[in-house]
């Protein structure tokens, strides 16, 4: 373990702060110490390079070093964040893990009775000793998705990072590529990496103000009740240099009230999935939601509006579901639409399982919602298909109202707002009001895919 | 007791003047029981009649309290479309409603 290029990274970061959780900080000497005790009580304990290892942990000293000393001994890692033990038992299923290792506070380990012979792409990474990342499609319901990396494919664009004196604060899941690779990232470079006690909005922002964070990654859905939450006014966000934003559209309304609140910081937008990694890209400007692909390790093109991709930072494939998604050729099949703009920029437009046929016209909700945050009334929105005998479907949307008002007459002002700007068939038909989030934990929208009769 | 024709004509046309005055449709303005709502020389185009009908839907729910499907697979496939004119959408709504009242009784 001792001779990986990220071990001998945080050995030379070691006076550096690493991490601050909460009160306490920790500096990359820490880290190292930490991975080493957790590397002896893993061999002690029997766990060998290619075991299968559910991992329930956090963004926490522990956690974070779990998850390495687990990659030293070359061990294969599901990381898993679901609270529910049900929800927890259908990943330790689908990843056959043969170790339950804990690491929220004191470290437990304990081996699971294996239910069936290892999966081939475990014995290939065994084979080969490389460490692998087991990770969970989320969203739909039912058995999870189990998908594989070779964590040497995955860190390999991170090795030649240059060291950097970033702060980065993290809040997305230990569990979730845009998280990982934040981290990565993060670690890569020697970065302090900030993780809030809590992600409401007002203390992500004094995390902000006090550790004088330069770097915050969040969804533009996070990135709503942000703004909406006064936070930003409350307190000193000068140091932020850099917003990224990506894992669902970005409203172009929304991208102007947080330019126009934070009009020094870079707003750059990231693309990733769960399969293929995250690809380095280009915004065309802080204004702008067009992006361009700028990656040595990914190859892309657009097939009847689709994102395709293939890098090299691609899962081996799935534990328990079809490559169905895959080409022959290893192109992968986002499900991303994207349209091409001028000088190779692109612009991604939606889910193709979310896109709604409205008597034969396509509608991305993006847009509709884009369109809805403008109106001063509206405080977050969440635009879906509902199925309709005349025009098989049509758009609707459920609303979280700014303020009491008679539901009537906003409606009637929200259809018309929406007239103003959308042709007739991508107008809401159906508004309904809500007051609980229209979000999951992962601060995406959740929204519920158009039924097909 | 039982819903009346006037109330089920009065939520169609007061929907059909606020589609007026909101899609600038004049002849929405001055409707009545024989303005045709949908075919040839009818005053809403398709997508209009969806939102025509959807605000019925919702009008007849929240004044009335009960929830019916105008637009359903059954009125769709009728010789004589119910939607032709506001007095065949009326008695048609209001056999949907009195169905539902009928069933809330029994």
């Known amino acids: ?453 | 007791m039982a819903t009346n024709r006037e109330q089920v004509l009065q939520i169609i046309l007061e929907t059909l003047h606020e589609l007026g005055e909101d899609l600038e449709l004049p002849e929405l303005l001055t409707a009545d029981e024989n303005t045709r709502l949908f075919g040839a020389r009818s005053a809403l185009d398709s997508m209009n009649l969806v939102n025509f009908i959807a605000e019925v839907e919702e009008r007849v729910s929240e004044d009335i309290g009960v929830d019916i499907l105008l637009a359903n697979q059954n009125a769709m496939s009728m010789t004589h479309s119910p939607f032709r004119k506001v007095a065949s959408c009326t008695d048609y709504a209001l056999t949907l409603i009195n169905k539902e009242e009928q069933a809330a009784e029994a």
């Open chain 1, 1 to 453: 373990m001792k001779n990986t290029w990220w071990f001998q990274r945080f050995t030379d970061y070691a006076d550096r702060t690493f991490l601050v959780e909460g009160d306490t900080s920790y500096n990359y000497a820490a880290l190292t110490e930490r991975i080493e005790a957790y590397h002896a009580a893993f061999t002690e304990s029997g766990l060998q390079a290619g075991d299968v290892v559910a991992l329930q942990g956090d963004y926490t000293l522990n956690g974070i070093a779990a998850l390495f000393a687990l990659f030293g001994l070359k061990a294969i890692v599901a990381p898993i964040t679901a609270t529910s033990p049900s929800e927890r038992t259908l990943r330790e299923e689908a990843a056959q893990a043969q170790w339950l290792v804990q690491a929220q506070q004191e470290l437990s380990i304990q081996p699971i009775a294996a239910t069936s012979a290892p999966h081939d792409y475990v014995v290939r990474l065994k084979q080969t000793q490389h460490p692998g990342l087991i990770l969970f499609s989320s969203g739909s319901t039912g058995t999870p998705k189990a998908m594989i990396h070779d964590v040497e494919n995955l860190l390999a664009p991170f090795a030649h990072k240059r060291a950097r004196r970033l702060c980065i604060l993290i809040f997305l899941l230990y569990d979730h590529i845009g998280g990982l690779n934040t981290l990565f990232n993060g670690m890569a470079t020697g970065a302090k990496i900030v993780v809030p006690a809590s992600r409401d909005a007002h203390v992500v922002a004094q995390a902000i103000e006090t550790h004088k964070v330069k770097l915050l990654p969040a969804s533009p859905t996070f990135l709503n009740l942000f703004l909406m939450s006064g936070a930003a006014e409350r307190y000193d966000l000068s140091s932020l240099r850099f917003i990224t934003y990506g894992t669902e559209p970005m409203p172009e309304s929304l991208l102007k009230r947080i330019k126009q609140q934070l009009p020094d910081t870079a707003l750059i937008q990231t693309f990733g999935t769960s399969e293929t990694g995250i690809t380095q890209t280009i915004s065309r400007s802080s204004e702008s939601t067009l992006i361009k692909f700028d990656d040595p390790n990914t190859e892309y093109k657009i097939v009847d509006g689709e994102l395709w991709m293939r890098s090299k930072s691609q899962i081996l494939g799935y534990l328990n579901h079809e490559m169905s998604r895959f080409t022959a050729e290893g192109w992968f099949m986002t499900g991303d639409l994207v349209e091409e703009a001028q000088d190779g920029f692109l612009k991604i437009t939606g889910r193709r399982e979310e896109l709604i046929n409205v008597g034969g016209e396509k509608v991305t909700p993006s847009e509709v919602e884009s369109v809805l945050l403008e109106m001063p009334e509206v405080a977050d929105c969440l635009v879906y298909g509902e199925p309709n005998a005349i025009t098989g479907h049509n758009v609707a949307a459920k609303i979280v109202p700014h303020a009491e008002s008679d539901p009537r007459k906003l409606k009637r002002l929200i259809k018309q707002h929406c007239r103003q700007q959308l042709s007739p068939y991508k107008v809401p038909v159906r508004i309904t009001f809500v007051d609980e989030a229209i979000f999951g934990e992962r601060f995406k929208k959740l929204r519920r895919p158009t039924q097909t009769n």
